[in-house]
């Protein structure tokens, strides 16, 4: 049976793309009446409009895994004395997965589509290439995708040579079978050889690019970057500066949700994270020492404090061992 | 109360009947689905907006599943809207969601994203920064963290990588992106928020500390007791002048409250506040029946 449509006018759930239907769904949202129901009742639809557009690519219980119940702010030096909003950092730890610092980077028009670009190899993380969407950025990380793939991602579908324009969702399809191009960074695999027409799409795009760009229709209503990212487009790289924090009168994860609907979301979260970890995991974690997010002390560049050099032959860092041998056959 | 209507497609659907301002608009709607159904023609006023855009096809080429076809009516409604339409292919001038420029959402006041660097900014600093200046001196100058100016650098070597690969140079999509996304050029007019950050340290235990009664428990003791810095330190840092307030301190500190008067028969259990909303006083009566009145800085944000 099929499940309910992802973007729907009836349903209104907003999610992160920048698909017309979606932004006409932000355009009107409505929040949830202060008295509808009891706390619960609060809490759980508090928690399934956010979900919606905070990682709905995660599963739920990937979701309670990577939970972190701390919640960092930030004051500044001078005075000021309007309020931090800490609730709305509940969803910040999504925004420093790889996938989603790519939408937010607008390099891909949503986070289905660039958790896509990741795992079809098309992104590299300091210089490596990176295959896992779910990899964790930390500060100081640069991000580079393939800049044909992201102006495929990013550019009207109707180009100059008028291709069969295929419906929105499915914008990377094309790009799926797509064998050996000029790309730099991946060698060129030898899948079956797709029909002329998708290649030179591509290749039409980059010289759109260069030359007469025409972003994706609707795109400008959804045009930020966020203030931890910076982002140059020359070259369709990022760099991950630091964690999203909240700051006086401001946060920086970016949300259609005023804070009151991520503090219930929160608590919806915290209860099961409670009920789950028994009470000597809770004390153990007491007693580490505790990590500040201090953005005033810098170390220096990485490699002064990292000493770690990651070969080319091992890409992956030791922080997500991936399996590098087969697992024995069971007879 | 609810009303179930026989839609172009011979399905029934059920509608609030308070939806429609009347009955005859009800009617009206009716007839004109059928029209839509029996020819192109135009329609009457009640999708209240050219029909010639509104026609069969497009409609019947929305999927259904998103919505009824009231619902895809006001969407495309909302599409010939004059701020959508000009946000359709991007000319050039400013717009979003939100009510203001920086404000995406219009639900969230507090997500204000400050405006990106421009490539020449960034061009900018990171010649600054090979011609010798430090990282933590330009971080100082251009009002932003270090982490920054090093991103800005990264940023800038692997620019200059592509370059010497003779790559293709993308400058109508950088130029496009960069409009779109309200970039800032000038580099006095940079705003980070990113300038003197001090992190909020929270406890997972609370602390107990033991006082006469007659100790004043001042915000620079605390500040000792939880190894944080002086604020001398964060003075000489950020190079500002003034006394400022650790925000983790304890609260009450009274040098900064005059005591305006003193009633022995008021004391009472409660300590009432009270914000003067025209000034920003804030007017305090504690237990013993003091009343202190801090009032607010002419220099605060």
Not at chain 1, 80 to 108: C, G, T, V, W
Not at chain 1, 125 to 133: Q, T, Y
Not at chain 1, 219 to 248: G, H, K, N
Not at chain 2, 214 to 239: C, G, M, R, Y
């Amino acid at each position: 049976m099929r499940g309910k449509p992802f973007i729907s006018l009836k349903r209104m759930l907003l999610r992160p793309s920048w698909n017309k239907f979606n932004l006409y769904n932000i355009a009107r949202k409505q929040l949830p009446s202060p008295s509808s129901g009891t706390l619960f009742q609060k809490k759980w639809i508090a928690k399934r409009e956010t979900r919606a557009y905070h990682g709905p690519q995660l599963r739920e219980y990937q979701l309670k895994n990577s939970f972190q119940p701390k919640v960092h702010g930030v004051t500044p030096s001078h005075e000021n004395k309007n309020p931090i909003p800490f609730m709305s950092q509940m969803y910040a730890f999504i925004e420093s997965r790889l996938d989603m610092s790519i939408h937010r980077a607008m390099f891909a028009s949503s986070a289905l589509q660039a958790r896509q670009l990741v795992v079809h190899g098309k992104v590299s993380v300091n210089g490596l290439p990176e295959k896992r969407s779910y990899r964790v950025l930390k500060p100081g990380d640069l991000v580079t995708v393939e800049p044909k793939f992201v102006l495929h991602c990013v550019s009207a579908l109707k180009s100059k040579n008028s291709q069969p324009a295929s419906s929105e969702a499915n914008t990377s399809t094309e790009k799926d079978g797509t064998s050996s191009n000029e790309s730099k960074a991946n060698p060129s695999n030898e899948e079956n050889q797709e029909t002329s027409l998708s290649k030179s799409t591509l290749d039409s795009k980059l010289e759109s690019g260069m030359h007469n760009f025409s972003p994706k229709p609707y795109m400008a209503l959804m045009a930020f970057i966020p203030s931890y990212l910076e982002v140059c487009f020359q070259t369709c790289s990022f760099v991950y500066v630091r964690d999203p924090v909240a700051r006086p009168g401001l946060t920086e994860v970016p949300s259609p949700f005023p804070e009151d609907i991520h503090a219930l979301a929160y608590s919806y979260y915290i209860r099961s994270r409670c009920m789950r970890q028994g009470a000597a995991h809770r004390q153990a974690k007491r007693l580490f020492p505790q990590r500040i997010h201090d953005p005033g002390f810098f170390r220096g560049p990485r490699d002064l404090y990292d000493p770690k050099k990651k070969s080319s032959k091992n890409s992956y860092s030791e922080r997500y061992p991936v399996r590098r041998t087969k697992l024995p056959k069971l007879v | 109360m609810l009303l179930k209507i026989r839609n172009y497609r011979g399905n029934q659907i059920k509608v609030n009947a308070l939806s429609f301002s009347t009955i005859s608009r009800l009617s009206k709607a009716v007839s004109a689905k059928q029209n839509f159904e029996s020819s192109g023609k135009q329609g009457d006023k009640f999708t209240s907006c050219n029909t010639r855009d509104v026609t069969k096809a497009s409609l019947n080429s929305l999927p259904k599943n998103l919505g009824d076809d009231k619902e895809r009516v006001a969407f495309q409604q909302w599409l010939q809207s004059p701020e959508v339409k000009k946000a359709k292919f991007f000319n050039g001038a400013g717009f979003g969601l939100g009510p203001r420029r920086d404000q995406p959402f219009p639900l969230n006041p507090s997500f204000r994203p400050s405006r990106p660097t421009s490539h020449s900014v960034r061009m900018q600093i990171s010649n600054e920064y090979r011609q010798g200046i430090s990282v933590d001196v330009l971080a100082r100058k251009y009002k932003t963290c270090p982490q920054r100016i090093e991103a800005i650098v990264k940023l800038r070597n692997v620019f200059d990588e592509r370059q010497s690969h003779n790559a293709p140079v993308l400058s109508s999509y950088a130029n496009v992106m960069e409009k779109m996304v309200n970039v800032c050029r000038e580099p006095s007019r940079l705003q980070f928020n990113d300038h003197g950050d001090l992190p909020i340290q929270s406890r997972a235990t609370p602390l107990w500390k033991s006082i006469s009664e007659d100790h004043v428990f001042s915000p620079e003791e605390a500040a000792k007791t939880l190894h944080w810095p002086s604020l001398e330190e964060i003075a000489n840092q950020n190079n500002s002048v003034g006394k400022n307030e650790i925000r983790g301190a304890v609260n009450s500190s009274h040098r900064s409250e005059e005591l305006v008067a003193t009633d022995e028969a008021q004391t009472g259990k409660r300590i009432f506040r009270l914000v003067d909303v025209s000034n920003g006083d804030l007017w305090k009566r504690d237990t013993a029946g003091n009343i202190y009145v801090r009032r607010q800085a002419a220099t605060s944000n």
